[in-house]
């Protein structure tokens, strides 16, 4: 599977919602160290928030993980790590989970940018698999802050006020409604500030 940079996932946040602690902030719910078998496990659970409007967004919740103390090889031949970063491993890990949620880097995890999966082996259920002789191009970084900012902005919409949030794309893009469909940067632009006048 492909990675995502943690710090992309922070860009896109701060992009569509603000900056960390004005438009998006986090808390840590907990932190856990567990021994097991001479290894030493971090959990850290952590509860992400963004603004909507005047609003505070409900927890999104996230759990990520890292090895403090972590050994190799078998005995009598064992040897023993020690990760200083372990704790900001297992945060970052906790923060890109509770992202992932609102469809940060959404296409990898999707299958659209590489995946863990051999040629031939099957995919879980859930993940999508191009159909057809045309292969689907990936989504660009822009165009997933766009899909992310009109989740978030089109929440509890109802038909109407979707069908209204359609003919605006529209009108931005010259007739495409679909932003996955849409290439243009300045196009991908307008559609991302319409979104984020929405939760302005």
Known sequence: ???????????????????????????????????????????????????????????????????????EGTPPNVRFYVDDEAFKKALTDALSVAAKMLGIGATVYAGEHGTKYPAGDKQPSGTRRQTGTQEAQPMTPLQSRVITALRVYAKGFDARQKKALTEQISAITGGIEDPRRVRDEAHLRGILELAKGGNA
């Not at 971090?42 to 990520?64: C, F, H, N």
Request: aromatic share 12%; hydrophobic share 40%; proline share 3%.
């Open 1 to 71: 599977m492909s990675n995502i940079n943690p710090q992309w996932r922070y860009e896109v946040l701060t992009e569509v919602f603000g900056a960390c602690g004005i438009g998006w902030k986090y808390d840590v719910e907990q932190i856990r160290v567990d021994d097991r078998e001479g290894e030493t496990v971090l959990t850290v659970i952590v509860k992400l928030y963004y603004k909507a409007g005047d609003a505070w967004s409900e927890a999104i919740p996230g759990i990520g993980g890292s090895k403090l103390v972590a050994k």
